[in-house]
């Protein structure tokens, strides 16, 4: 199994469109970033778990699933790269890889300690954007699709028939 664990204001500091929205309101970008990471774990498979640093905000931790996707809030005096380095060392095993989505080096270096792999913003964003682009082409291919049925026949005989099946004379 696959596990990824996304620096989520890593992230939205990062991607252009998400940066755009955190100026007027972080909030908004936090719920893109979630329906983005939600469609990339639907189309991969993969176990995603979105970390969002609350280490200046009073009150407890907070986890909560949105979509398929886990979203965790830190808890008070706890950062997001502590949270991420936990979750790496618990999941990483031998049946699970687990990959942390950050642009931060020294938090890179950390959870390289731990047997985790890295995938830097740059390169999560140009995987959701062409999973974005795959999935347009599939919806737009499968809109294409047209009926063959299993007994080749002409168009007019196929007319024929279906005039037959309505009752039409």
């Not at 950062?79 to 080096?105: C, F, H, K, M, P």
């Not at 795959?134 to 007319?159: C, F, G, H, W």
Request: glycine share 6%.
């Amino acid at each position: 199994m696959i596990v990824l664990i996304v620096d989520g204001y890593n992230m939205i500091g990062a991607w252009p469109e998400l940066k755009k929205m955190k100026t007027s309101d972080l909030g908004q970008a936090r719920d893109a970033l979630i329906e983005m990471m939600a469609e990339y774990q639907s189309y991969t498979g993969d176990r995603i778990i979105i970390v969002f640093d609350a280490y200046h905000v009073r009150g407890l931790a907070k986890k909560q699933k949105n979509y398929n996707v886990e979203v965790i809030f830190t808890k008070e005096n706890e950062t997001a790269d502590e949270r991420i380095e936990r979750l790496a060392g618990e999941l990483n095993d031998v049946r699970t890889q687990v990959y942390v989505a950050t642009s931060d080096y020294a938090e890179q270096r950390t959870i390289f300690g731990q047997g985790a792999f890295r995938k830097s913003a740059r390169e999560l964003y140009i995987e959701v954007k062409n999973i974005e682009r795959d999935i347009a082409r599939d919806v737009s291919d499968q809109n294409k699709t047209t009926y063959q049925p299993k007994i080749p026949l002409k168009q007019e005989m196929r007319e024929l028939f279906e005039k037959w099946r309505r009752g039409d004379k």
